[in-house]
C-alpha cells in the first residue's frame, strides 16, 4: 500500500476551477513567484460570531516556499467556479506568518495564510 499523496488532489482543484493563479509581488517577498491557491473570503468568524473581512489562501508550500508575513500577493480573481470570466486581480499583503493546514502531514504540505486586501473596492 502506499503512502498518501496530498498533492495528487490539487491538478483535479485546478481542472476543476477551485484554484485561483496568484502571484508574489516586490517588495515584501524575497522572490517573485506565480503558484496557485484556494481562495476563501471570511464573512462571519465561526468561533465569535462576528462578522468578519478575513482572506485566506491555501496553497502547496513547495509553490510559494518564501511567501511570509510582509509579502505582497496579486490574486487573479473569477467570477465563479461555474463562470471562469475573469475579474481584475486584486493585490492583498500576508498579515502574519503563514501556518502548516491541519492535517497536512507533519512536512506541513499545505500551508494557509491569512491576506489584507490593498487593491480598494470600486463601487
Known amino acids: 500500500m502506499s503512502a498518501f499523496d496530498p498533492g495528487k488532489?490539487?491538478?483535479?482543484?485546478?481542472?476543476?476551477g477551485f484554484l485561483l493563479e496568484a502571484s508574489t509581488q516586490l517588495p515584501g517577498?524575497?522572490?517573485?513567484?506565480?503558484?496557485?491557491?484556494?481562495?476563501?473570503?471570511?464573512d462571519v468568524d465561526p468561533l465569535t460570531g462576528m462578522r468578519s473581512a478575513d482572506h485566506e489562501i491555501e496553497y502547496q508550500h513547495e509553490?510559494?516556499?518564501?511567501?511570509a508575513e510582509g509579502c505582497?500577493?496579486?490574486?487573479?480573481h473569477k467570477r465563479g467556479v461555474l463562470d471562469?470570466?475573469?475579474l481584475d486581480p486584486v493585490l492583498y499583503k500576508v498579515r502574519d506568518?503563514?501556518?502548516?493546514?491541519?492535517?497536512?502531514?507533519?512536512?506541513g504540505f499545505f500551508r494557509c495564510a491569512y491576506l489584507t486586501r490593498l487593491t480598494p473596492f470600486r463601487g
Request: glycine share 6%; charged share 20%.
Open 97 to 107: 506568518k503563514p501556518r502548516v493546514k491541519e492535517g497536512s502531514g507533519s512536512a
Open 72 to 76: 505582497e500577493v496579486l490574486i487573479q
Open 9 to 16: 488532489f490539487w491538478p483535479a482543484f485546478e481542472k476543476a
Open 84 to 86: 471562469s470570466t475573469v
Open 63 to 67: 509553490d510559494a516556499p518564501t511567501l
Open 29 to 42: 517577498c524575497t522572490s517573485a513567484t506565480t503558484f496557485l491557491v484556494g481562495y476563501k473570503r471570511i
